[in-house]
């Protein structure tokens, strides 16, 4: 073997050692990266799970309840002069489509009836 030959025979198994060696040192790095993002997502999962807890345990009929019996603010139900009742009308029906043009239109008329 000739000199040139054996230094690119040394230099090509360096390389491919050092190749290999990145290789392996980026694979742990991105498994610590990856630990690192699971262990994030657990905490921030646990999180809002309390979140989502606290959030039904303050929005509840006894808790409203409570707060409000603790702030005193001495609800009463309306006398009847200050409740307006309003009679019911009947059901307009509604009006049909009478042009083709208008069933295959992209825009839409909302009509408003009352229940």
């Known amino acids: 073997m000739t000199l040139p030959r054996t ?15 990145h290789e392996q040192v980026s694979k742990v790095v991105l498994l610590y990266d990856i630990q690192r993002d699971q262990k994030e997502k657990g905490l921030l999962s646990d999180t809002h799970y309390l979140l989502k807890y606290q959030v039904s345990a303050l929005a509840s009929p006894s808790s409203l309840e409570a707060r409000l019996a603790k702030t005193d603010l001495h609800l009463d139900l309306p006398e009847d002069r200050k409740v307006i009742r309003l009679a019911m009308e009947e059901r307009v029906p509604l009006a049909k489509k009478k042009v083709l043009f208008d069933w295959i239109s992209a825009t839409k008329v909302a009509e408003a009836g009352s229940r």
């Open 7 to 21: 230094l690119l025979l040394i230099a090509l198994v360096t390389f491919s050692v050092l190749l290999y060696a």
